[in-house]
């Protein structure tokens, strides 16, 4: 193949110039780190995994008329993606309380909060990717009230989706992450979900076990990182496998009763 201009190289993800204009190649790396790069390891199969997850997530908000920057997958850890203009947001979207959340409210991890409660955090990883509010974000022109607006919708409507979508499996969606772009249309800004959806960007509890089934097995180290997202993958019905470009090989969602 012939050789491709790095873009981006991210913690998790590499960008590469895509082979038509305002296309990007986005790849899936085997890193993984905790507490803002301060612990890395290689899993292996990690980033695999999470281009097939995060594609079956973002083909599905395509679907239903939610834009995204995915277009298609095109290899095992490779997605071809539209190139946006990156929002430096962290949106977070929380039905239950965990994490940092359950830290600074001193709220017990697994409460139900009574509505999903919408995060922003500032991309910068010199910063620690700190918590902010609306203000900050328009008095620093990071995004628009437009914006904003456009970003709670479109992070309720991927809540909704993704809440769904893992209840049909026996998970529970706890929270999660999501980053967004703008792609223009003239003068006209169109807000899309970009980045990746995977379990390295969400909280996923089996519903019956309370087995924690993403990152947080890597950063409390409850055990194997890969053996949880196979899981995931194996129960949304799209686990790769040998040969697995075929069609045919894909089996569909496990029903868990
Ligand atoms: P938190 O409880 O640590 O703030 O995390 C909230 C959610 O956001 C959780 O699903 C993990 C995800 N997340 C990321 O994807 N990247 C990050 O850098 C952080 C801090 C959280």
């Given amino acids: 193949m012939a050789r491709r201009r790095l873009v981006y190289e991210g913690k998790a993800k590499i960008l590469y110039e895509g082979p038509e204009p305002g296309t990007l190649i986005q790849h899936f790396k085997d890193d993984t780190t905790a507490g ?7 899993i292996e199969g990690k980033g695999v995994l ?20 995915f277009i298609r997958r095109l290899n095992m850890r490779e997605q071809l993606v539209r190139a946006v203009e990156m929002i430096p947001l962290e949106i977070v979207v929380r039905n239950l ?22 995060e922003f955090y500032l991309k910068d990883d010199k910063l620690g990717d700190p918590l902010v509010t609306e203000e900050h974000i328009i008095a620093f022109n990071w995004a628009s009230q437009q914006d904003i607006d456009d970003i709670i919708a479109l992070a309720l409507r991927v809540n909704d989706f993704l809440s769904g979508l893992f209840l049909g499996v026996g998970i529970r969606l706890v929270d999660f ?4 772009g703008r792609i223009w249309e003239g003068d006209y800004a169109r807000i899309v979900v970009a980045d990746e959806i995977s379990p390295d960007s969400c909280r996923l509890w089996d519903i019956k076990t309370g087995r924690k089934l993403d990152k947080d097995v890597f950063r409390r180290q409850l055990g194997s990182l ?3 997202y196979s899981e995931v993958a194996t129960r949304l019905g799209i686990m790769p496998m040998p040969g697995e470009e075929k069609a045919g ?5 496990k029903l868990v009763h």
Avoid: C, W, Y
């Fill in 50 to 69: 999470n281009n097939r997850i995060s594609e079956h997530i973002m083909g599905g908000l395509n679907a239903i008329g939610v834009p995204t920057h």
């Fill in 177 to 180: 992450k999501i980053e967004t």
């Fill in 97 to 118: 309380a965990a994490g940092s959340f359950s830290q600074r409210l001193g709220i017990e991890e697994g409460t139900q909060l009574p509505r999903p409660i919408i």
């Fill in 249 to 253: 090989n894909r089996r569909g969602p």
């Fill in 36 to 42: 803002n790069g301060t612990r890395k390891e290689v």
């Fill in 226 to 228: 890969s053996d949880a």
